[in-house]
């Protein structure tokens, strides 16, 4: 079946560091999607991409998509400690537009 | 606007017991899900519906149970719970728009606040 892993599993930065998360998926995606959970929090959409190559970017934070559709990444510049959370990509099913698969996840623990 | 509402927060089972999580949103979306979030697997997907009446399986539907009378509820329901089944469970909304594939343009999940359910 599709899967969709990333990596870092886990990562802790000293505030003021960059970060970066990979996302890499078994088959090509339509689109990816982009969630953040704080923890004990729930999910909260961050953003989608759905061109090959694209760059989108939300202040600190910079997401691409993969000219090939299978792989995406987030970058956040001068971490802070409002970023600490957990970071997971998502895309739809292969077969089906009607599921979302979500990656494994990676946790970012930010320290003064 | 509350959005997606997801009761109880916090469940103890015994292994054998049925319960039923509930989940509710006020958004007029046709599209509900039920994904479990255990630790280094991320969030996988048991049951879904595009609409009342149409269901269907994720990714790990065995052991659990869905139905959709309304297009508010999509209640989750676990026969005879497992000590495998001690897991957070979030339920999870979306905007359908006619004639669209989801997830295939601006259709995004809106999640509950979980459901922390453990099973001895």
């Known amino acids: 079946g599709q899967q969709v892993m990333q990596i870092p599993q886990y990562q802790h930065v000293q505030e003021g560091e960059d970060f970066t998360t990979y996302c890499n998926s078994s088959t090509t995606l339509s689109n990816i999607q982009w969630y953040k959970q704080r923890p004990g929090g729930h999910p909260v959409f961050l953003i989608q991409?759905?061109?090959?190559?694209e760059v989108k970017k939300q202040k600190r934070l910079t997401f691409q998509f993969g000219e090939a559709k299978k792989n995406s990444s987030l970058h956040i510049t001068a971490t802070q400690t409002t970023d600490v959370g957990t970071y997971f990509c998502a895309g739809p099913y292969t077969g089906t537009a009607s599921k979302l698969t979500f990656g494994t996840g990676t946790r970012l623990q930010v320290t003064l | 606007n509350a959005g997606v509402t997801q009761t109880p927060k916090f469940q103890v089972l015994k292994t054998g017991q049925s319960m039923t999580l509930q989940c509710a949103q006020d958004?007029?979306?046709?599209?509900m899900s039920w994904y479990r979030q255990d630790p280094g697997m991320g969030l996988r997907l048991i049951h879904y519906?595009?609409?009342?009446?149409?269901?269907d399986q994720g990714e790990v539907p065995n052991g659990y149970n869905v139905s959709r009378s309304t297009t508010e509820d999509f209640p989750l329901r676990l026969l005879s719970a497992a000590p495998s089944q001690t897991s957070v469970y979030f339920c999870?909304?979306?905007?359908?728009?006619?004639?669209?594939?989801?997830?295939?343009?601006?259709?995004?999940?809106?999640f509950g606040a979980g459901s922390r359910l453990t099973v001895l």
């Open positions: 991409l759905v061109k090959s190559g």
């Open positions: 519906s595009v609409g009342a009446g149409i269901t």
């Open positions: 999870a909304s979306s905007s359908y728009r006619t004639g669209t594939p989801f997830f295939s343009g601006a259709n995004v999940l809106t």
């Open positions: 958004m007029n979306h046709e599209y």
